[in-house]
């Protein structure tokens, strides 16, 4: 009699978990942002967290992570690490690098991923230059937190209407060749944009493990006459010095040419 009423035990602790299990509200994902190295050149690096009800189902994600002017990516270093399977991103098929900030616009990038129970993601950002100025030292750019949008097939819309926060009703469509994610209003947008619009905004909970923030040096402006001047008088010195120095050596050479002439007389 022991031995049933444990059995009954066990299995009534089975059935009670997966109970409870399947009245569970799944987790709001949570993503990890943090800004690392110094300088010009660094790292957006984001952990993005699934529940497991979510983490493996046949979805996938974007984070839309907007730069300001002040920051760009390098073309050519995102797509060699697309190529060697280090990032899935979607970004602007060009981006001028030699441009300061004044003239620059800012743009977005988005990250894709499937969900899992833990994914890291790695964007390598390069800062540009600011025209220089006479009030400060340096310039404070900051970088917002990323949003997050999904995509999951039709037997799995349920789940995230049901347990996500979500806007159920409404539908996004992505242009992975802008890039640029929008609403979706009317059938007119999906023959526009020529991308099904079936992905949803999805809240996240954005945790900030190092600020996202960076101080970029600034020239003084008032120091600019005087570099000038001293640039263009240092060039000028070094031109003529350069010009006497060429018709030295020839000169040098036709003495030592003299010389040796007046030489090979003597002997014979």
């Known amino acids: 009699m022991k031995w049933i009423s444990v059995a009954f035990c066990?299995?009534?602790?089975?059935?009670?978990?997966r109970q409870h299990s399947e009245n569970d509200v799944i987790q709001t994902p949570i993503v990890?942002?943090?800004?690392?190295?110094a300088g010009f050149h660094r790292y957006l690096i984001y952990t993005v967290q699934?529940?497991?009800?979510?983490?493996?189902?046949?979805?996938?994600?974007?984070?839309?992570?907007?730069?300001?002017?002040?920051?760009?990516?390098?073309?050519?270093?995102?797509?060699?690490?697309?190529?060697?399977?280090?990032?899935?991103?979607?970004?602007?098929?060009?981006?001028?690098?030699?441009?300061?900030?004044?003239?620059?616009k800012p743009f977005e990038v988005f990250l894709k991923g499937v969900p899992k129970i833990t994914?890291?993601?790695?964007?390598?950002?390069?800062?540009?230059y600011h025209a220089p100025n006479d009030e400060s030292s340096s310039v404070s750019v900051d970088i917002k937190t990323p949003t997050m949008f999904i995509n999951c097939p039709k037997h799995e819309q349920n789940l995230l209407e049901n347990e996500l926060h979500i806007e159920p009703n409404t539908l996004y469509c992505l242009d992975e060749k802008v890039p640029y994610i929008k609403e979706s209003t009317s059938h007119q947008t999906l023959a526009k944009w020529n991308e099904p619009c079936n992905w949803k905004y999805v809240k996240v909970d954005v945790k900030i493990k190092s600020p996202l923030r960076a101080?970029?040096?600034?020239?003084?402006?008032?120091?600019?006459?005087?570099?000038?001047?001293?640039?263009?008088?240092?060039?000028?010195?070094?031109?003529?010095?350069?010009?006497?120095?060429?018709r030295r050596v020839p000169m040098a050479i036709n003495e030592k040419l003299e010389e040796q002439r007046l030489l090979q007389k003597k002997h014979k």
Request: contains cysteine; glycine residues 2%; proline residues 7%.
């Open 10 to 17: 066990f299995l009534l602790t089975i059935v009670s978990s």
């Open 32 to 37: 990890d942002v943090e800004l690392t190295d």
């Open 50 to 104: 699934f529940d497991y009800p979510l983490a493996g189902k046949e979805c996938e994600y974007v984070l839309k992570q907007h730069l300001p002017a002040s920051v760009y990516v390098s073309v050519d270093q995102l797509d060699d690490l697309k190529r060697l399977k280090k990032l899935d991103a979607i970004y602007p098929s060009f981006v001028d690098i030699e441009k300061p900030t004044e003239q620059s």
């Open 119 to 128: 994914d890291t993601i790695t964007l390598p950002i390069h800062f540009r």
């Open 215 to 246: 101080e970029i040096p600034v020239g003084n402006e008032r120091a600019f006459p005087p570099i000038l001047y001293a640039t263009i008088i240092v060039s000028w010195i070094v031109s003529l010095w350069t010009v006497f120095r060429t």
